[in-house]
């Protein structure tokens, strides 16, 4: 991309000709106070869609043409504007909230990848802009700090939403989002997308509040079904954040997830789990323990056993396994009092009763193939269940399933951990 300069456009020849010159070449004869709020009002003018993207085409022809100066002659709220909503013309078309609506148009066609490809173009010449200006004498660095915290969230979202392999991506988008992105951390000073977000130094708070911030309006109850970019970014973003930074942001990451696995599209159930699965494993106990997060957290994936699709259910599975960790820290031991059923005695209790009637021949591989954890994770509690266990146990043993014999071998397994940990009940 970037040997594809961007070039004046018959269609967007409204930017020239509302500048005092009219001439892309100097742009430095009109501010950019008067500039940039121009092309806005043009550009949310009911514009058609050639004439905005000649109208960005214009724009990054101008903006390559111009030195630092003139641009940082901007505010930086009015250029937080202009990449706001740059990265809205370039995102995805937005579904409709209510009901199985079609896209206003086609967002998987080649039209919105060449949106994102010129959108891409344009804040790859404001970062160059912005690290040209390091060599500048006379500019102050806490403008460009000023401009940078006002950008780099939305150009971040923008190049996350167009640099993997999606529906509305074409290889030519994928490689100006991944450009962009390489951009922004060159000018930033990082090396990879986790110090990005984290931080390098130690009380560093790094971009993930302010990429947050920026997602937070997207991911409401209401909004968040309407940009089909939305769930992959937050997805990739959370798991981009590990042990021990992600258990301050606790608040931020939880209710997403929790929307995301209570949709009633499998697809995203699956996605919102995963989600789920990467807090348990990177936030600390005692945070998870607090204000009852983890028995929210439970309960939602209780929820999801019942599900008859294989794909959720595996997933289930295994988050389900992490959170009892939790959930039960304290191991309990057998004792003369009445026994109280825990939240692993339920899991197993409904797993027995899916194992026995189960047919489908998917689930009933991801069912034996979990059974195994689930015996290590009660150990002698296990006697409990034994009667109803060994009735599973010999009929998944008898019904061969398939050329792997994969339940059949998992079922093995099972027995083998139910005689290690019951041998004083079964001798």
Known sequence: ????????????????????????????????EQVLPRFLRLFGSGASCTA??????????????????????????LLQELV?????????????????????ENPFGAAGA????????????????????????????????SILHQVAGPIFIC???????????????????????????????????PEFLRGTREGERGWFVVVMQCLKPELTKETWQCNPATKYVFCFVLQEIQRPWLGDHLEKVLP????????YRVENKILGVRCLHHIIQNVPAAVLGQFNRVQVVYHALFNHLYSR?????????LCILDVLLVLERAPQQLSPKPRR??????????????????????LRRIYAKSLPAFVERLGIRIVHHLKRLQRVIVGYLEIPDGPEEAARIAMLETLKYTIEYAWPRLC
């Open 1 to 32: 991309m970037s040997g594809d300069k961007a070039r004046p456009s018959p269609a967007g020849q409204h930017l020239s000709v509302g500048l005092a010159t009219g001439n892309l070449g100097d742009p430095a004869s009109s501010p950019a």
């Open 52 to 77: 905005k993207l000649g109208l960005v085409r214009d724009l990054s022809a101008l903006l390559d043409a111009a030195d630092p100066r003139w641009l940082f002659g901007a505010a930086p709220a």
């Open 84 to 104: 706001v909503a740059l990265s809205r013309y370039a995102a995805p078309l937005q579904w409709e909230p209510q009901g199985e609506r079609s896209p206003r």
């Open 114 to 145: 060449e949106r994102a490809v010129e959108v891409s173009l344009v804040f790859c010449n404001i970062l160059a802009k912005v690290e040209e200006a390091k060599d500048f004498e006379g500019l102050d660095s806490a403008v460009t700090s």
């Open 159 to 193: 190049a996350v939403t167009h640099g993997a392999e999606r529906p509305w991506t074409q290889p030519r988008s994928q490689c100006g989002a991944q450009e962009l992105l390489d951009a922004l951390l060159r000018v930033l000073e990082y090396k990879s997308i």
């Open 256 to 263: 997403p997830s929790l929307l995301l696995s209570d949709d």
């Open 309 to 317: 699709e294989a794909q959720l259910v595996q997933v289930v599975l």
């Open 341 to 362: 059923v825990t939240a692993s005695d339920r899991v197993l209790q409904l797993l027995l009763t899916h194992m026995e009637a189960e047919s489908q021949l998917s």
